[in-house]
């Protein structure tokens, strides 16, 4: 199933009632978000910049959510788990590649470490609980994963899902795996940027506006208001 399906709707008529109910359910889904506690396992790191990768879902809404993270200094949409041949959208979303929509993200630890990254993921960006699948998404390249870049941000990740497992904060099990860090493909141009982009898009309002909405709520600490975008000049 690819994500622009659940995007399109028959006609004008349609397409009002579909954001009259985004309207009428921004609130509901904004409360979805979990307040997430600040992770006990951190390392310092004296690095002037680190690489993390990141899959929770559509990556528009996962990009549009670090890209208002203070001290993040890129975050790339694309691909990671499967094979370059292959990291192309429309081949991704036949789910049987590997793949999982992902974002990189390049961060300054001086200002957001690792562990602050996992917290905004889990509180506001994925739901941790679905299994391949988030929100109106299906399939493994929606699935809720981590693929760390180092043998201490395995560390920090595996330590921190331990700890948000103690913590009951869901009624379901967490099912976001730790996967081994493989080839990110930046996905295709146009998916870029594209909840700064396309704020008026439906599915932008009803998924993941409200992220970025929680983002700014929860954690003013951490939220930088212009966004980082990959192409600077259209923002």
Same mark, same amino acid.
């Not at 004296?46 to 990009?63: D, L, M, R």
């Not at 739901?127 to 998404?137: A, C, E």
């Given at each position: 199933?690819?994500?622009?399906?659940?995007?399109?709707?028959?006609?004008?008529? !349609?397409?009002?009632?579909?954001?009259?109910?985004?309207?009428?359910?921004?609130? !509901?889904?904004?409360?979805?978000?979990?307040? !997430?506690?600040?992770?006990?396992?951190?390392?310092?790191?004296? +690095?002037?910049?680190?690489?993390?990768?990141?899959?929770?879902?559509?990556?528009? =809404?996962?990009?549009?959510?670090?890209?208002?993270?203070?001290?993040?200094?890129?975050?790339?949409?694309?691909?990671? =788990?499967?094979?370059?041949?292959?990291?192309?959208?429309?081949?991704?979303? $036949?789910?049987?590649?590997?793949?999982?929509?992902?974002?990189? %993200?390049?961060? $300054?630890?001086?200002? %957001?470490?690792?562990?602050?990254?996992?917290?905004?993921?889990?509180? %506001?960006?994925?739901?941790?609980?679905?299994?391949?699948?988030?929100? #109106? $998404?299906?399939?493994?390249?929606?699935?809720?994963?981590?693929?760390?870049?180092?043998?201490?941000?395995?560390?920090?990740?595996?330590?921190?899902?331990?700890?948000?497992?103690?913590?009951?904060?869901?009624?379901? #099990?967490?099912?976001?795996?730790?996967?081994? +860090?493989?080839?990110?493909?930046?996905?295709?141009?146009?998916?870029?940027?594209?909840?700064?982009?396309?704020?008026?898009?439906?599915?932008?309002?009803?998924? $993941?506006?409200?992220?970025? !909405? +929680?983002?700014?709520?929860?954690?003013?600490?951490?939220?930088?208001?212009?966004?980082?975008?990959?192409?600077?000049?259209? =923002?």
């Amino acid at each position: 199933m690819t994500r622009f399906a659940p995007r399109l709707f028959a006609g004008a008529a !349609a397409l009002g009632l579909a954001f009259a109910l985004v309207y009428g359910t921004a609130g !509901a889904a904004a409360e979805s978000a979990v307040h !997430a506690p600040a992770p006990i396992v951190t390392v310092a790191s004296t +690095a002037h910049s680190e690489t993390a990768i990141f899959a929770g879902g559509c990556f528009w =809404g996962v990009q549009g959510v670090f890209q208002h993270v203070k001290g993040v200094k890129s975050a790339v949409s694309g691909f990671t =788990g499967g094979g370059g041949d292959t990291a192309h959208y429309e081949r991704v979303s $036949d789910g049987d590649t590997g793949h999982a929509e992902s974002v990189r %993200v390049v961060f $300054d630890p001086s200002q %957001v470490s690792y562990a602050d990254l996992l917290r905004v993921y889990f509180s %506001v960006i994925t739901d941790p609980t679905q299994l391949n699948r988030q929100g #109106p $998404d299906t399939g493994t390249q929606y699935r809720s994963a981590l693929f760390p870049t180092s043998e201490a941000q395995r560390k920090v990740a595996a330590a921190y899902i331990d700890q948000l497992r103690k913590a009951n904060l869901w009624k379901q #099990p967490i099912v976001t795996r730790i996967e081994r +860090a493989q080839a990110f493909y930046p996905a295709e141009a146009y998916h870029q940027d594209y909840l700064t982009l396309h704020p008026d898009s439906g599915y932008i309002r009803y998924n $993941d506006l409200p992220k970025v !909405a +929680a983002l700014k709520q929860m954690y003013p600490q951490l939220w930088r208001e212009k966004p980082v975008l990959v192409n600077a000049t259209r =923002g």
